[in-house]
């Protein structure tokens, strides 16, 4: 069963992250900031510049959602260690009980990394 909070930090980290604005996103990744740019930054640009969109979109959506997955798999799961993650909400604290926060994610974020419009997901 997937809790009302274990959602609201799913769609914190889905509504703030890259999967939200995945065209900004490339953006960054194809224009490097800064007077010097490190090599592989310019080396990436380069890359995602010779691709088409889609296929840009396509390699940048799926890089985002398997790191986004692992992060939150983390989550779900201590961090597979003795650490304890709380996440407090006025005088309310929840910890994460694999797989909720997983179950969550999977609700907001297809496998390909497209969103799943709010409202569209079914709780379990």
Not at 38 to 49: C, G, H, K, Q
Not at 63 to 90: E, H, M, W
């Amino acid at each position: 069963m997937t809790s009302a909070l274990a959602v609201q930090v799913i769609d914190a980290i889905v509504e703030d992250g890259p999967l939200a604005n995945m065209e900004g996103f490339l953006r960054q990744l194809k224009t490097p900031v800064g007077r010097a740019p490190s090599a592989a930054s310019v080396r990436t640009a380069e890359i995602l510049r010779g691709l088409s969109n889609e296929d840009a979109t396509l390699l940048a959506r799926q890089l985002v959602d398997a790191s986004t997955f692992g992060l939150v798999y983390l989550l779900d799961n201590q961090f597979k260690s003795d650490l304890r993650i709380t996440f407090n909400r006025g005088e309310f604290e929840w910890s994460p009980e694999a797989p909720e926060l997983i179950e969550a994610y999977r609700m907001r974020v297809e496998p390909d990394g497209s969103l799943v419009e709010p409202g569209q997901e079914e709780l379990a």
